[in-house]
């Protein structure tokens, strides 16, 4: 155990081991020394983007008052010790007398290994972003209950129920009920969340209640959506249909052949004129094909654009980025399905 003096008091549960790769960890050396004190929870490194050399396996989050260092690949000892030190450092200068709070995850072939570094977290943990209030859970896994990479999808949601109050909204793939939150707070009339994990959307009624949102504009239903039609198109036509799937989940979701799936009941599920955001969350499949398996399962959508990331996650390839999408249905008439007449895409925004 090392211990380092205070104001910074920090716990580092790290044996001596080999000397780091210091020139590989360069590039989050520098960002870590540069770190701004944050506010809102958001990333400050992101390696997977590819744009930091030697890094690329890296990420460093901030949520208050927890700084979440995330490895995709085994990490050494002695690097997470340097680490620690240089957190410590850029911590004593931007709060100095105030603890530092880290916690390490290492993800890999889709697991992932959690423990507290240094300080504590807190217990509730509720972070804010935008000015809503989420309860997170770091210590419990990889999904931690708020997907910063979506911030700018967020925000999409809530300006576009705020343009078009009133609006029923549906959240597939809901999780914690973010952009049910989102949604609410900018005008929705009510929002159908379905997850198929209980726990989550649990904690989803939580989120609403730490943002004082009517309960009776919100239902939760913990059901597998492809079992589920019927419940969800009885709480239909929606203004606003939200999908964000897991890209590979077994038993749950598999992009590649069940997103399709999804698109063919969209014009069931779409009112004239109504919205539907699509995502996917997976650098091998390009915004293609999305834009091809609208065209192909629900042709009379019409594509609008694709909602930039935050600058905090840029890529060095956008296609293997994050896909935020818009499509909409005509005013005028039901959506054909899929055997009706293709409608070409507009190139992405």
């Keep these: 155990m090392l211990f380092l003096p205070p104001p910074w008091r920090v716990l580092l549960f790290l044996p001596p081991a080999r000397a780091p790769d210091l020139n590989a960890l360069q590039p989050l050396f520098d960002a ?125 949601v809530r300006a576009h129920c705020a343009a078009h109050p009133g609006l029923r909204v549906l959240n597939l793939f809901a ?33 609403q209640g730490l943002n004082a949102l009517d309960g009776s504009r919100a239902r939760f239903l913990a059901h597998d959506l492809f079992n589920s039609w019927g419940k969800v198109t009885r709480s239909g036509p929606y203004g606003l249909v939200i999908a964000d ?33 699509l995502c996917l969350n997976a650098p091998e499949l390009p915004p293609a094909f999305l834009i091809d398996l609208v065209d192909t399962q629900a042709p009379g959508l019409q594509f609008v654009g694709r909602i930039a990331n935050p600058p905090a996650f840029a890529d060095a390839d956008e296609q293997r980025a994050l896909k935020a999408m818009v499509w909409r249905a005509p005013l005028d008439a039901r959506l054909p399905g899929p055997a009706g007449l293709a409608a070409g895409s507009a190139p992405l925004g």
């Excluded at 989940?249 to 539907?276: N, W």
Aim: charged letters at 15%; hydrophobic letters at 45%; glycine letters at 10%.
């Design 175 to 207: 999780y914690t009920c973010a952009f049910s939150v989102a949604a609410l707070q900018g005008g929705a009339a009510h929002v159908v969340n379905l997850d198929m994990a209980a726990g989550a959307l649990a904690t989803g009624q939580h989120n």
């Design 32 to 156: 870590i020394a540069a770190l701004p004190l944050p506010g809102d929870a958001q990333r400050l490194f992101h390696g997977r983007g590819q744009r930091h050399p030697g890094c690329e396996a890296w990420t460093l989050d901030w949520f208050a008052p927890v700084w979440l260092l995330t490895s995709h690949a085994p990490a050494d000892e002695a690097s997470l010790q340097q680490l620690g030190r240089a957190l410590a450092a850029r911590w004593a200068q931007l709060a100095p007398g105030q603890l530092l709070n880290v916690v390490f995850q290492q993800r890999q072939a889709g697991r992932s290994a959690t423990r507290l570094l240094a300080g504590a977290v807190p217990d509730p943990h509720i972070v804010q972003e935008d000015g809503a209030r989420y309860a997170m859970h770091l210590l419990r896994g990889q999904n931690h209950g708020l997907f910063l990479d979506m911030a700018a999808g967020r925000r999409w």
């Design 245 to 277: 799937p897991p890209s590979y989940q077994k038993g749950s979701f598999v992009a590649t052949k069940d997103y399709a799936r999804l698109v063919r009941r969209l014009p069931e599920l779409l009112a004239p004129g109504g919205h539907a955001l």
